[in-house]
C-alpha cells in the first residue's frame, strides 16, 4: 500500500466508475469518501459484458477487483466457445426463407465472453470500500471553494455539506457535476436522445435453451438486420440468459426525465418483424410487460474538457455512450485505473497539485472516450445495414467492426499510465516555475 497523501478526495455516485475509483483510490493510499444519491450501491439491467481492456484496467486498479469480478463472472458455456467474443449472425431470413443458423464472423479474443449479473457484481465490488467512507441519499446539488479558497465545498439536497480538496463526477449520464463543469447551458451539460431504444430481457436458462437450442442460448451471440439488433449471453454462472435488443427510433424520446418507458411484448415483436421467425421466437420468452430503454449519448456535444480546476469528471457523466460496442463500462474501469495511477503518482502530494493530476487525466483519457461514443453509434450502424457505402454488405461489416473492437480491446493501459505521468511532470514543473 502506498503512503497516504495530503489530500482527499470527494467521489459523486456510487455506479461502476465510482465504487472502483474508491477501490482504486484506496489501493493507492488516497483518502477518499463517496456520495451516492441512492439508498444504497444499486446497479439497475442485468447483465454487463467486459472485454481485455476492461479485466486489464481491473488489475491496474486493484488486483481485488479483478478477483471480486471473477468471483461471478460467467463465460461462455461451451469449451468450444472459450475465445468467442460474439457469434455474429444475420437475423434476416435468407433466400429461402429459412433461420440462418451460422455464423457470418466470429469477433473473438484471448478472454472470450466475461459477463457479469450487475446487482451481484455491485454487492461484491462494494466489499472493497469501505463503509465509513460511503454516504448514501446525498444527491449533490452544487460545489464552491471555500472563502480561503483552500477547500472545495459541497452542498448537497438534504441541506448538508462536506469539503473536500479534490472532487470527481461519477454520476453517470445526468451529471450535475458534468453540468457545473461546463455551465448549465452549454450543450453538453445535457446526452441527447440517438433514436435508438433498446429492450432488456433476463430468462431462465433452461426456457431459454428449449426455445433458441443450447449452443445460442449458452453462449454470446448477436444477429444483425434491417434498422435493429438483439445481443444475448450467459450470466449467474450460464443459470440465466440475458438479451438485449436494440431498435431504430425515427420519433422524438417523449419524457426526457424518464430514460425508460413501459412497453408490451408485442411491441418488440412488431420491432422485428423484418427479421427470421427464430429472432421472433427469441422475444417470446420475454415478460408481457417490459422497459424500453431510451439511449442517450453525448455524440453530437462532446464536453470540451474533463476537469475545471479540482473538479473532474470520468465515466458516463464524461463520455456517455450507447451501449452498440458493449464497452461503457469497461471505459469507466479504465478511468479509474488511469485517474488513480496519477492520483497515486509520488509527485502529487499536496492538494494544489490536484489539478495538474486532474489535467493530465483530461489529456490522456478525453479522446478515447469520445471516440468510443462515436464509434458506438457506427457500430450501430454497421449492425443494422445502415452504414454509408456498407449497407448489408457483411464482408464490409466483417472488416469495419473488428477494427473498431479491435481498437477497444487492444488498449494499452500501463503505456497510457506512462505518458500521462509524463505528461503530469512537466505540468508540475509549469506550475512550480508560476
Ligand atoms: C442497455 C445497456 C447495456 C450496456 N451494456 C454494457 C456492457 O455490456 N458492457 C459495458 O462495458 N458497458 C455497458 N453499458 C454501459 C454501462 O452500463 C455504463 O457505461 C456504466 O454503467 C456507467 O457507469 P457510471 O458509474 O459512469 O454511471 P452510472 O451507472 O449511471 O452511476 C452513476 C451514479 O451516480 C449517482 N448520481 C447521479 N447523480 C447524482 C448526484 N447529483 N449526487 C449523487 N449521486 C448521483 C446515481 O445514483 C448512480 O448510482 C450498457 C449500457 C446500457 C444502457
Known amino acids: 500500500m502506498a503512503p497516504e497523501k495530503d489530500f482527499e478526495i470527494a467521489i459523486i455516485g456510487g455506479g461502476i466508475a465510482g465504487a472502483t475509483l474508491a477501490i ?9 469518501q463517496i456520495y451516492e444519491q441512492g439508498h444504497a450501491f444499486s446497479e439497475i439491467g442485468a447483465g454487463v459484458a467486459f472485454s481485455p481492456n476492461s479485466l486489464s484496467a481491473m488489475d491496474v486498479c486493484d488486483k481485488n477487483l479483478r478477483g471480486a469480478f471473477e468471483k461471478v463472472a460467467t463465460h461462455n458455456q461451451w469449451p468450444s466457445k472459450k475465445n468467442v467474443y460474439f457469434d455474429v449472425m444475420d437475423g434476416t431470413p435468407d433466400f429461402y426463407g ?10 473473438e479474443n484471448e478472454q472470450g465472453q466475461n459477463a457479469v449479473h450487475r446487482a451481484h457484481f455491485m ?3 462494494s466489499k472493497l470500500i469501505p463503509i465509513e467512507t460511503c454516504h448514501f441519499r446525498k444527491h449533490l446539488d452544487s460545489i464552491a471553494e471555500d472563502e480561503k479558497m483552500e477547500k472545495l465545498r459541497l452542498t448537497f439536497h438534504d441541506g448538508t455539506s462536506a469539503e473536500a480538496d479534490g472532487v470527481v463526477g461519477c454520476d453517470g449520464i445526468k451529471s450535475r457535476v458534468r453540468e457545473i463543469i461546463v455551465g448549465e447551458k452549454h450543450p453538453s451539460a445535457k446526452a441527447k436522445y440517438t433514436h435508438m431504444y433498446g429492450y432488456r430481457g433476463v430468462i431462465p436458462m433452461e426456457k431459454a435453451v428449449d426455445i433458441i437450442g443450447e449452443e445460442r442460448a ?3 451471440c448477436v444477429w444483425i438486420g434491417p434498422n435493429a439488433h438483439i445481443l444475448s449471453y450467459p450470466v449467474d454462472g450460464g443459470d440465466t440468459y440475458n438479451m438485449f435488443a436494440a431498435v431504430c427510433d425515427t420519433n422524438e424520446w417523449p419524457d426526457e426525465d424518464h430514460l425508460t418507458l413501459p412497453a408490451k411484448k408485442e411491441d418488440a415483436i412488431k420491432d422485428f418483424a423484418n427479421f427470421a421467425p427464430a429472432i421472433k421466437k427469441k422475444l417470446t420468452m420475454v415478460e408481457d410487460n417490459l422497459d424500453r430503454w431510451a439511449l442517450f449519448d453525448l455524440g453530437d456535444n462532446p464536453v470540451p474538457y474533463m476537469h475545471k480546476g479540482r473538479v473532474a469528471i470520468m465515466g458516463d457523466a464524461a463520455h456517455a455512450t450507447t451501449p452498440h460496442h458493449g464497452a461503457g ?11 488513480s495511477a496519477i492520483l497515486g503518482d509520488e509527485r502529487v502530494k499536496k492538494p494544489a497539485d490536484v489539478e495538474a493530476a486532474f489535467a493530465a487525466f483530461d489529456a490522456s483519457r478525453r479522446e478515447r472516450g469520445q471516440w468510443l461514443v462515436q464509434s458506438s453509434r457506427r457500430n450501430s450502424e454497421l449492425m443494422d445495414f445502415r452504414a454509408k457505402d456498407v449497407g448489408r454488405d457483411l464482408k464490409k461489416i466483417e472488416k469495419e467492426m473488428k477494427e473498431r473492437f479491435g481498437k477497444i480491446w487492444n488498449y494499452d493501459i500501463n503505456g497510457a499510465i506512462n505518458d500521462a505521468k509524463g505528461d503530469l511532470g512537466k505540468r508540475l514543473a509549469k506550475m512550480s516555475r508560476a
Open 329 to 339: 463500462a469497461g471505459f469507466c474501469i479504465e478511468d479509474s485505473a488511469l485517474m
Open 123 to 125: 454487492d461484491e465490488i
Open 218 to 220: 449458452t453462449n454470446s
Open 98 to 107: 429459412r433461420d440462418q443458423t451460422e455464423p457470418i464472423f466470429t469477433l
Open 24 to 32: 482504486a483510490l484506496k489501493n493507492h493510499g488516497i483518502k477518499c
